[in-house]
């Protein structure tokens, strides 16, 4: 016995309600769970360290109170490079300012906010977190390629060759060693 067009109809408008249903429900999990999969190795810390449950308060003034603080510092740093990546480095400078929040003596993360404020034309200001970010851990053999990318940008030679000197003879990645090298072999 073939159905009427009043079940079809029926059918239809249940189908939708519980689509909506369905939707309402994955959605509010979605927001209140986001996911932290996927984060970028240089700014999420291989160690897993115990991360506070909050910002200070001053923190959040600081940074705007009006904003939604994320309090997962691996999805923060996710977003963080996903700004990077995609030029958009006001908004990046300010994911990797909150990062320090979080964990104020990552040397990646200044190495990254360091070239992300160079990127933004804030030269000066990149040089001094790059520098505190050097005071955080000598030993960063990254930081201390930005630092000198950052002053051969500026035409501070000598400043650029000591920083390239640096990352061509501590850490162990010979990638970074290669790159200050070749920007040392480039230097006048």
Do not use: C
Request: proline share 5%; no cysteine; net charge negative.
């Amino acid at each position: 016995m073939p159905r009427d067009f009043r079940f079809w109809t029926l059918m239809a408008v249940f189908q939708l309600g519980f689509g909506f249903a369905v939707f309402a429900v994955t959605r509010d999990y979605y927001v209140q769970a986001p996911t932290t999969a996927n984060a970028h190795p240089p700014t999420a810390r291989q160690d897993s360290p115990a991360w506070p449950n909050a910002i200070a308060a001053n923190e959040i003034a600081r940074l705007g109170a009006n904003q939604f603080v994320i309090r997962d510092p691996v999805e923060l740093s996710r977003q963080a490079d996903v700004y990077f990546s995609n030029r958009q480095y006001a908004q990046a400078a300010e994911m990797y300012e909150r990062l320090l929040a979080f964990d104020p003596n990552n040397a990646e993360v200044y190495n990254n906010l360091g070239l992300t404020l160079h990127y933004l034309g804030r030269s000066a200001e990149a040089l001094q977190r790059l520098d505190e970010g050097v005071a955080v851990d000598p030993d960063n053999q990254r930081i201390w390629l930005t630092t000198g990318y950052v002053n051969s940008e500026l035409g501070k030679i000598d400043q650029a060759r000591r920083a390239l000197a640096n990352a061509t003879l501590i850490g162990d990645n010979e990638s970074i060693r290669q790159s200050a090298q070749q920007m040392l072999d480039n230097l006048p």
